[in-house]
């Protein structure tokens, strides 16, 4: 990855990947951006609207409507293309329609010569990701997924809100599938270094131990509600995307929790699922283990064979 031009190509210019490009311009995230959609006027439209906040942005990126040969020299390569999900249907019940769109896009990203990183953020995004990587042939530590990312910023938010404390000092984390199969470790579950749930059983907490699952249940369904409610999702995902993005560019190895091969960790192979992972400038750098109870090691087992099982209807 060069360190010279930040370059990000975004394919898809719905209402996600914009999302992702104005929190990207707003940050000043990248030096070049290039916008690709299959509806070529409606990129040059967004590439011409995000060019007349320039000057209110202190940014100096390069922003256009461009073709697959401008993949050749990016640093990432941002899926967000994709057919939308309704209200009512799960994420998997997009898999078979979102997996033709990604046949007709992968292909010709490679053919440019792409060397640098695929972000995916199609949903079901477990299971794009991995068609993603099976299809460029790339190696799965430069293949990643949004995985759980903005589901554990819903879950911090709300765990903050609660306990009244800066969600930034809430180490939580959402695992599994993002959808209807992931779940909260609160084993792990701590604020700066005390493990909420001994915070909780302190006397005269005024939260119960009931109400973290209530909150679990609060970060499931919020994608659900919030699709009922406005027809889709797109600020949160487009920031949390933008957060990826950050710790790739800037080789920052944090951890994020975003959609990883497993390689034996959790007693898992050969699954693309949301874990804890270390990100930097070429990708994935390790999954972090965490100490999961029984019981969690169970769901998170659980949530792992509902991805294999939805990949394999494919065949």
């Known amino acids: ?11 898809g210019t719905g209402m996600v990947g914009m999302s992702y490009a104005y929190s990207m311009l707003c940050q000043n995230i990248c030096d070049e951006l290039v916008l690709i959609d299959i509806d070529r006027k409606r990129a040059e439209g967004e590439a011409m609207d995000l060019n007349h906040g320039l000057a209110f942005s202190g940014s100096h990126m390069k922003i256009y409507a461009g073709e697959y040969r401008d993949c ?63 299809l460029s042939g790339f190696n799965a530590k430069r293949v990643v997924g949004t995985g759980t990312a903005l589901d554990t910023a819903r879950l911090r938010y709300l765990v903050g809100n609660k306990l ?37 059983r302190e006397q005269g907490s005024q939260v119960r131990m009931e109400e973290l699952d209530e909150i679990s249940e609060e970060v499931r369904s919020a994608a659900y509600r919030i699709i009922e409610a406005k027809r889709a999702t797109y600020y949160g995902i487009g920031m949390a995307m933008t957060r990826i993005t950050k710790a790739i560019l800037g080789d920052e190895r944090s951890v994020q ?45 659980a949530s792992c064979d509902l991805l294999r099982e939805a990949y394999s209807g494919l065949d």
């Open 257 to 301: 929790t975003i959609t990883a091969l497993l390689c034996g960790e959790y007693g898992q192979s050969g699954v693309f699922v949301g874990v804890p992972a270390i990100v930097g400038q070429n990708g994935v750098q390790r999954v972090l283990t965490l100490n999961l109870e029984p019981e969690e090691m169970e769901r998170f087992g």
């Open 164 to 200: 009244r404390v800066d969600p930034r000092n809430v180490h939580a984390y959402v695992m599994g599938e993002h959808g209807d199969s992931e779940f909260v470790p609160w084993s792990q579950a701590m604020i700066a270094t005390r493990p909420i749930r001994d915070m909780l």
């Open 1 to 11: 990855m060069r360190n010279d031009n930040r370059k990000i190509v975004l394919i």
């Open 72 to 134: 050749a020299d990016a640093d990432i390569v941002t899926i967000c293309a994709g057919v939308a999900q309704k209200p009512g249907e799960s994420r998997l019940d997009l898999l078979k329609r979102n997996r033709e769109v990604f046949r007709s896009i992968i292909g010709p990203v490679t053919e440019s010569g792409f060397n640098g990183l695929f972000l995916v953020a199609t949903n079901p995004v477990d299971i794009m990701t991995r068609i993603a990587c099976e």
